[in-house]
């Protein structure tokens, strides 16, 4: 009988260990999920990562093919309107660009970490800066978060 009792309080002692275990690693695993970063997001208009393999070039005689002349294309510093300059966007995870210069405004666009931008203005409060992105879109970004390029 004493046996008897003594296998029933270490198979209780066992079942707590193994619930209790189980239980931590599942809590474990749940925790680790949650402090995970999310997935940069990626816009229309980024540049993909990988580079597209260019088809083989044919071999075409230079003598019956005109050569192209190039053309001055317009920097976009040529076209700043007073006050304006040449930004550029330090957060590491991209910036919402906001339609007011508020939280609560509707999000209009996004622009990527190190991605060069015109900051337009800044806020009467000095808390948001109006900026426009390469796509020409305008909008407000939170101030501290570009830095200004020479």
Do not use: H
Request: glycine fraction near 8%.
């Amino acid at each position: 009988m004493f046996t008897n009792l003594l296998k029933f309080i270490l198979g209780v002692i066992l079942a707590i260990a193994i619930l209790t275990g189980s239980g931590v690693a599942v809590a474990l695993y749940f925790m680790n999920r949650a402090f995970m970063p999310p997935p940069k997001p990626l816009f229309a208009n980024d540049t993909p990562a990988l580079k597209e393999e260019a088809p083989p070039a044919t071999e075409v005689s230079s003598a019956s093919t005109p050569k192209p002349t190039p053309t001055p294309t317009p920097t976009p510093t040529d076209e700043l309107p007073p006050g304006a300059y040449q930004g550029r966007v330090t957060w590491p995870q991209g910036l919402s660009v906001r339609a007011e210069p508020n939280m609560d405004a509707e999000r209009v666009a996004g622009v990527g970490a190190n991605e060069e931008v015109i900051v337009l203005e800044e806020s009467q409060d000095k808390n948001w800066q109006k900026i426009r992105t390469a796509g020409k879109q305008e909008g407000w970004v939170k101030i501290g978060n570009t830095e200004r390029v020479e």
